[in-house]
Nanobody
Framework: QVQLVESGGGLVQTGGSLRLSCAAS??????MGWFRQAPGKEREFVAA????????NVADSVKGRFTISRDNVKNTVYLQMNSLKPEDTAAYYC????????????WGQGTQVTVSS
């Protein structure tokens, strides 16, 4: 059974930091990503990493503040979030896809990040 389990969310003040973790089990992925969804808004892409060579891409809205990384041994992907802003408040979801998948087919349950002003 394939599972993605996120952790690390919480309440933080503006300017603070959090590190989200997503532990994958049941398979490895070609690419893993982080998405977020704020109340009343559509889900948006945050960052992604290609497992084989660690190539990353990050949304412009978080570039320079968020960093995605992975631990091959733990089969875990991380999202380091620095200089957090109230507009970063959202439920954050981890997702994975295989090399032949056009979209992300595996999703975690989400972890809430709340940034207070």
């Amino acid at each position: 059974q394939v599972q993605l389990v996120e952790s690390g969310g919480g309440l933080v003040q503006t300017g603070g930091s959090l590190r989200l973790s997503c532990a994958a089990s049941g398979r490895t992925f070609y690419r893993m990503g982080w998405f977020r969804q704020a109340p009343g808004k559509e889900r948006e892409f945050v960052a992604a990493i290609r497992w084989s060579d660690r190539t990353t891409n990050v949304a412009d809205s978080v570039k320079g503040r968020f960093t995605i990384s992975r631990d091959n041994v733990k089969n875990t992907v991380y999202l380091q979030m620095n200089s957090l802003k109230p507009e970063d408040t959202a439920a954050y979801y981890c997702a994975g896809k295989g090399v032949l998948d056009g979209t992300y087919n595996y999703w975690g349950q989400g972890t809430q990040v709340t940034v207070s002003s």
